[in-house]
């Protein structure tokens, strides 16, 4: 109950497409769910992160939907360039952010000229 | 914005032998420290949970005297891999939170340490 499913494994998109990662929870007592970046090498950084009380949250380019009732959210980089070529993972959270991390399996970005 | 600092960033060193990784929070307070283990490829595993002030919370499966944690102050935790061997070799991960935070306390990730064991 604990899994958090995330798809597709790697993601091919053409320069200035959009890029669009999803994932789905079991535990309905997740009431976080932040998106991180991680480049080779590097740690995680946190791009966005949004909470169930609203179904979509945008940040410039980045953007999440999230179904409460699917228990899926998704990622949706707009205009996606070279630079967003990176790792992308989900994860879930309890207490509104003040639990343990679940995180998703990844999915490799790589966006092409 | 809060930065965590881990060092080193890679170590090589010989089965057997013992070594420390470092975690900071450097312009904030972490009361919560996380440290997890990356294989290629793969996505994050958590490994132990560490307040400061007590003794870690390890994840199932994680041996507690291998992987040490010790969070002795405010700012700083280590993870030291005892008697370490070739399969120990990963990318280790830390991450905090910070004190009085409220919610949605974002966790913010070091840089990771690249481990390998010969």
């Known amino acids: 109950q604990q899994q958090v499913k995330q798809s597709p494994q790697s993601l091919i998109v053409q320069k200035g497409g959009i890029s669009i990662i999803n994932c789905a929870y079991e535990?309905?007592?997740?009431?976080?769910f932040p998106w991180y970046q991680q480049f080779p090498g590097k740690g995680p950084a946190l791009l966005i992160a949004?909470?169930?009380?609203?179904s979509e949250k945008k940040e410039g380019r980045f953007t999440i939907s999230f179904n409460k009732s699917a228990k899926q959210f998704s990622l949706h980089i707009m205009d996606s360039q070279p630079g967003d070529s990176a790792t992308y993972f989900c994860?879930?959270?309890?207490?509104?952010?003040?639990?343990?991390?679940?995180f998703g399996t990844g999915t490799r970005l790589t966006i092409i000229p | 914005g809060a930065v965590v600092s881990q060092h080193p960033s890679w170590v090589i060193c010989k089965s057997g032998t013992s070594v420390k990784i470092e975690c900071r929070s450097l312009?904030?307070?972490?009361?919560?420290m996380f440290w997890y283990r990356q294989f290629p490829k793969q996505s994050l595993m958590l490994m132990a949970t560490?307040?400061?002030?007590?003794?870690?919370?390890?994840e199932q499966g994680v041996e507690k005297d291998k992987f040490l944690i010790n969070h002795a102050s405010l700012t700083l935790s280590t993870l030291t891999v005892t008697s370490a061997h070739p399969e120990d070799s990963s990318f280790y991960i830390c991450?905090?939170?910070?004190?009085?935070?409220?919610?949605?306390?974002?966790?913010?990730f070091g840089n990771g340490t690249r481990l390998t064991v010969t």
């Open positions: 994860a879930a959270s309890g207490s509104f952010g003040n639990e343990k991390l679940t």
């Open positions: 535990n309905t007592a997740f009431d976080y």
């Open positions: 991450s905090a939170r910070g004190r009085d935070r409220g919610t949605n306390s974002p966790l913010h």
């Open positions: 949004i909470r169930p009380d609203v």
């Open positions: 560490s307040n400061e002030g007590s003794k870690a919370t390890y």
């Open positions: 312009d904030f307070q972490a009361t919560t």
